[in-house]
């Protein structure tokens, strides 16, 4: 599986960006997915995950109720939709997928990792 992040971009505090994931190589639709950021001198940490069906879905407790993570298996594509960014969300998202149904918050539980898209978030 190959994967595609793409949509970042430099947006002002308060805005909104709408990141994809785009796999290649084989279906995703049978994949638990999942988004991470890396930001400037820090660790990778979990953002969101999301089942293979969209039936269930998890945040990290900094993004709930901002970022929205949903997936259309029929375009074999994730989205995570992000609403009132702030200069701390300011990161490297990278898009993951797990060879299981469930979504999951740990790296080690993702299989495949796409290259990354650069959110700029400036106040």
């Known amino acids: 599986v190959q994967l595609q992040a793409s949509g970042g971009g430099l947006v002002q505090a308060g805005g909104s960006l709408r990141l994809s994931c785009a796999a290649s190589?084989?279906?995703?639709?049978?994949?638990?997915m999942g988004w991470f950021r890396q930001a400037p001198g820090k660790t990778r940490e979990f953002v969101s995950s999301?089942?293979?069906?969209?039936?269930?879905?998890s945040y990290a407790d900094s993004v709930k109720g901002r970022f929205t993570i949903s997936r259309d298996n029929a375009k074999n594509t994730v989205y995570l939709q992000m609403s009132s960014l702030k200069p701390e969300d300011t990161a490297v998202y990278y898009c993951?997928?797990?060879?299981?149904?469930?979504?999951?918050?740990?790296?080690?539980?993702?299989?495949?990792w796409g290259q990354g898209t650069e959110v700029t978030v400036s106040s």
């Open positions: 993951a997928a797990r060879a299981d149904r469930g979504p999951a918050s740990q790296e080690n539980r993702y299989n495949y």
């Open positions: 999301i089942s293979w069906s969209g039936s269930s879905t």
């Open positions: 190589g084989r279906t995703i639709s049978y994949y638990g």
